[in-house]
């Protein structure tokens, strides 16, 4: 026995520290590029770790050398985007997750499950006839089209987690809010909302980053610079700063600086949001 | 349990917004006014464009007709895409399976760099997939790249290799940034999967001195079927229609050796205006998607109830 819990521990210890190499060094070579100066990048053997801070990349980003790389655009695109689709998508969400848990209706399960099912429609089929419908409505290359794209898949996906949830709360607290008046929006207010923040919060971040992350419908629908998304102004660096990979890895660390904050702070709730729909029910 | 509401009798006007249906209603409206504006139309105007052949935004002929499918089957490059994005999705679900189990093992015992080991699961699945393509087109760089430096100090090549630029090695680059990014998310499933397995079970089989393999075959595969399944359902659907990693670490070259479906799809559209072959290809992509959905569920609920 003492035998195989030593070589246990040997196996778990090995295998961590690979893990760790192999998931952090990408990442830690994305931020060793974006410290060293493009011109010390260009040799067949880069340095480990920069001999010293080089911040021109980082500068560079924001246009301090006269070009504007539209990486603030895409920033400030990104953040906003994200911020409103996860707004609007968990109001509608969460009223809609009461429906389905609460009430009884005819259609209640069919419904669901369609909703549920449209998660699996690819974006590639949707994207072309979108296109084409944004362009009629003039809606091609605004953010608001872009945030109503996104509702299409961050909304299904917060009513599959949130029915769960609200199903779980017991009953006897909504009941306990009627007898005394409350009507049904006011029991999702003052008894459904106060309870789900857990789960809001879960849900509200898995929305955020997969909005934070999205690039089919950015990069085919926003045209201009100042409405374009970060991972557009990313991926076109590639044709800018064609041979510049310091900006570009200094642009990319910021890019994973976000949703890698929120997602370590906010570990639990994200992993069990995670969880929830691919498990439970 | 409604059963506030079913003692109500829906008379009167105050009365009639109550009933369940039509309070669900109003609760539903803005989700299924999303969803039937900004999907199901849009679905079914590309499915009709599909039937047509539009070219410059108006049809050719009047009339549907399937030639757009048939030209599917007739497409000489189809073939080698249909074969990249079924050997892209198996080779990349297989090894998230098998890693990500791992990793949940990993994760499941505490130690104390528990902390660090969590955090640096985190970290490729944080990282948004447009900055995992382009880091991982800068270390796969032929001339600058840490592979082929790594490689080359190594001695285990002798020139460098052009990663991304080769066929055959250009699919094998997407696939390993792929696995980076992906397998963290399947061992988070498989870690909760081993956490809902009771405490008794796993101390009964420690008891029973069975050898550690037993253990994993007998005792924990069983219940991680259904974390297993799941990841490998969703991943499934992810190689089918990847996009964004192929579309920027090769754009399916060279010559197609690295192209999928959805990026087939995505220049038929944008780079030569066939519209409706790519809405044709990209329904495709769906009913593939669909198959395999169908596929998954009916492995989750066969022998469902042997666990217990």
């Known amino acids: 026995?003492?035998?195989?819990?030593?070589?246990?521990?040997?196996?778990?210890?090995?295998?961590?520290?690979?893990?760790?190499?192999?998931?952090?060094?990408?990442?830690?070579?994305?931020?060793?590029?974006?410290?060293?100066?493009?011109?010390?990048?260009?040799?067949?053997?880069?340095?480990?770790?920069?001999?010293?801070l080089y911040w021109g990349n980082y500068t560079a980003l924001f246009g301090t050398n006269g070009a504007n790389t539209g990486f603030g655009y895409g920033l400030f695109n990104s953040t906003l985007v994200g911020l409103i689709t996860t707004a609007i998508?968990?109001?509608?969400?969460?009223?809609?997750?009461?429906?389905?848990?609460?009430?009884r209706f005819r259609l209640r399960?069919?419904?669901?499950?369609?909703?549920?099912?449209?998660?699996?429609?690819?974006?590639?089929?949707?994207?072309?006839p979108l296109f084409v419908l944004?362009?009629?409505?003039?809606?091609?290359?605004?953010?608001?089209?872009?945030?109503?794209?996104?509702?299409?898949f961050t909304v299904p996906f917060a009513v599959w987690i949130l029915v769960g949830f609200v199903a779980s709360i017991p009953v006897q607290v909504d009941e306990a809010a009627r007898i005394d008046g409350c009507s049904v929006l006011g029991v999702i207010r003052h008894v459904t909302l106060p309870l789900a923040v857990?789960?809001?919060?879960?849900?509200?971040?898995?929305?955020?980053?997969?909005?934070?992350?999205?690039?089919?419908?950015?990069?085919?629908?926003?045209?201009?610079?100042?409405?374009?998304?970060?991972?557009?102004?990313l991926a076109g660096f590639i044709g800018k700063f064609e041979v510049q990979y310091g900006p570009l890895a200094a642009g990319g660390i910021l890019a994973i600086v976000p949703p890698l904050v929120l997602a370590l702070v906010f570990q639990r709730y994200v992993t069990r949001g995670l969880t929830a729909g691919a498990i439970v029910g | 349990m409604i059963s506030a509401q079913r003692g109500v009798h829906a008379t009167g006007v105050a009365r009639y917004w109550q009933r369940p249906a039509l309070q669900a209603t109003m609760l539903l409206v803005p989700t299924l006014g999303i969803l039937l504006a900004i999907m199901v139309y849009p679905l079914v105007k590309g499915f009709i464009m599909s039937l047509q052949d539009v070219q410059a935004g108006m049809p050719t002929a009047p009339g549907l007709s399937l030639s757009q499918y048939a030209h599917v089957l007739v497409d000489p490059f189809l073939q080698q895409i249909a074969w990249n994005t079924v050997f892209f999705t198996v080779i990349t679900v297989t090894t998230e399976l098998v890693l990500g189990t791992l990793g949940g093992f990993l994760l499941h015992r505490r130690s104390r760099i528990s902390w660090l080991l969590s955090a640096a699961f985190i970290v490729p699945w944080a990282t948004p997939t447009v900055?995992?393509?382009?880091?991982?087109?800068?270390?796969?760089?032929?001339?600058?790249?840490?592979?082929?430096?790594?490689?080359?100090?190594?001695?285990?090549?002798?020139?460098?290799?052009?990663?991304?630029?080769?066929?055959?090695?250009?699919?094998?680059?997407?696939?390993?940034?792929?696995?980076?990014?992906?397998?963290p998310l399947v061992a988070i499933l498989v870690l909760a999967g081993m956490q809902h397995i009771p405490g008794d079970v796993m101390e009964a089989a420690r008891v029973d001195s069975a050898g550690p393999l037993k253990r994993l075959w007998f005792v924990i595969l069983p219940y991680l079927r259904v974390p297993l399944l799941a990841a490998a359902l969703l991943q499934s659907i992810a190689g089918f229609q990847v996009f964004t990693q192929i579309f920027i670490m090769t754009s399916g070259g060279p010559a197609n050796s690295s192209n999928v479906a959805s990026v087939y799809a995505y220049q038929q559209m944008f780079s030569d205006l066939n519209m409706s072959y790519a809405s044709a290809i990209s329904f495709l992509i769906a009913v593939a998607t669909l198959l395999l959905a169908v596929i998954y569920a009916g492995l989750l609920s066969s022998r469902e109830g042997e666990i217990t």
């Not at chain 1, 060293?36 to 880069?46: D, E, G, V």
């Not at chain 1, 953010?143 to 299409?152: D, I, S």
């Not at chain 1, 971040?205 to 085919?220: H, R």
């Open chain 1, 198 to 233: 857990p789960a809001l919060i879960g849900t509200g971040i898995l929305t955020f980053l997969t909005v934070w992350d999205e690039f089919l419908f950015a990069v085919t629908f926003q045209q201009t610079l100042q409405e374009k998304t970060l991972p557009v102004v």
């Open chain 2, 131 to 183: 900055v995992a393509a382009t880091m991982w087109s800068w270390i796969f760089n032929p001339t600058f790249g840490s592979v082929n430096s790594l490689l080359l100090e190594l001695h285990l090549i002798h020139a460098p290799v052009a990663w991304l630029a080769t066929p055959g090695y250009a699919l094998f680059s997407v696939i390993v940034m792929t696995v980076w990014k992906s397998t």
């Open chain 1, 89 to 103: 998508t968990l109001a509608v969400a969460l009223l809609a997750a009461y429906s389905f848990a609460r009430l």
């Open chain 1, 109 to 128: 399960r069919t419904l669901l499950y369609s909703i549920v099912a449209t998660q699996m429609v690819p974006g590639i089929v949707l994207v072309i």
């Open chain 1, 134 to 152: 944004f362009q009629t409505v003039h809606l091609l290359g605004s953010r608001v089209g872009l945030v109503l794209a996104y509702l299409t």
């Open chain 1, 1 to 52: 026995m003492i035998g195989e819990k030593t070589a246990g521990s040997l196996l778990y210890y090995a295998g961590a520290i690979v893990s760790i190499v192999l998931l952090l060094s990408p990442v830690y070579w994305e931020l060793n590029s974006s410290l060293q100066s493009t011109s010390s990048l260009l040799t067949a053997h880069p340095a480990w770790v920069p001999t010293h």
